[in-house]
């Protein structure tokens, strides 16, 4: 469309900006905090205020934070204004991928290999986003081996069976290649908001400099670290995590509340003399 493409064009800087922009607000800060969500069945564990012990609270403090997200005021409008920055980021993201020249071969530099996976992973993590919320949140259960549909009020159990391919049983081979897939999905889509992240700022003359630049860069590789802990420490937990065990801790069953030993009870009284 060489209309579009000479708008574009003409209004380059602009629209660099508002793609480096929607790619830090709201899809970046909604990838922090979705991914410290779903790492809580691990840190969980350490929760004090949760019920129960070790994997319990894991489970009990997931299932509370997609309950509180699950019921926050105006959640249809938030996810409708994600979903139009995600759509704008991403096919501006095509755009540019598409009319920008790779040199990595030609240059093997540093730069233009980050600029050549920076268009890689997008082009990965918009695919997995696709199918992350068409499986977990649309209800294509057909895409999910063994066909499970992910559920709020279940959040856990059922994001378990989705990833191990298995409600009852043991991880099935279909767990294996959704796991791998996610493995991929999550590894690309934090590399690149952490990567974008560093560009951002030069986009807006925010690290003009290259000291400025590379104190950033330090910045932007400990935000990528601590995204890419938590993404696959949430992978592991659901992977391992027993369905059924899951369900049991969501539905109130099995808490183990540490024991309290009960008060002595007070000793009757000695009889009083009679006069």
Request: glycine content about 10%; overall charge positive; some cysteine.
């Amino acid at each position: 469309m060489p209309g579009l493409a000479g708008f574009l064009d003409k209004h380059y800087l602009l629209f660099r900006r508002l793609h480096s922009l929607t790619g830090v607000f709201p899809v970046g800060v909604f990838l922090c905090t979705h991914l410290l969500t779903n790492s809580s069945i691990i840190w969980g564990m350490f929760n004090s205020r949760a019920p129960g012990n070790g994997i319990e609270r894991g489970v009990a403090t997931f299932q509370e934070d997609v309950s509180f997200i699950n019921h926050l005021p105006f959640l249809l409008f938030i996810e409708i204004s994600l979903w139009g920055a995600i759509a704008f980021h991403a096919v501006l993201g095509v755009y540019y991928a598409r009319t920008g020249k790779f040199n990595a071969t030609r240059y093997p530099y540093q730069d233009n290999w980050r600029y050549v996976i920076q268009r890689v992973t997008g082009y990965l993590a918009l695919l997995f986003i696709v199918y992350h919320v068409a499986t977990l949140r649309w209800g294509w259960s057909w895409l999910v081996p063994g066909g499970t549909t992910w559920k709020h009020i279940n959040a856990g159990s059922t994001l378990a069976a989705a990833l191990r391919g298995s409600a009852n049983g043991p991880v099935e081979f279909g767990g294996i290649i959704v796991g791998l897939l996610y493995a991929v999905g999550v590894t690309s889509c934090v590399f690149h908001f952490a990567n974008g992240l560093w560009t951002a700022a030069i986009t807006w003359g925010l690290t003009v400099s290259v000291a400025a630049q590379k104190r950033w860069g330090y910045v932007c590789f400990s935000v990528g670290a601590a995204l890419m802990v938590m993404g696959w420490a949430a992978l592991i937990g659901f992977m391992t995590l027993n369905p059924v065990k899951a369900r049991d801790i969501e539905e109130g069953k099995h808490l183990l509340v540490p024991s309290v030993e009960p008060a002595p009870a007070p000793a009757d009284p000695a009889p009083q003399p009679r006069n």
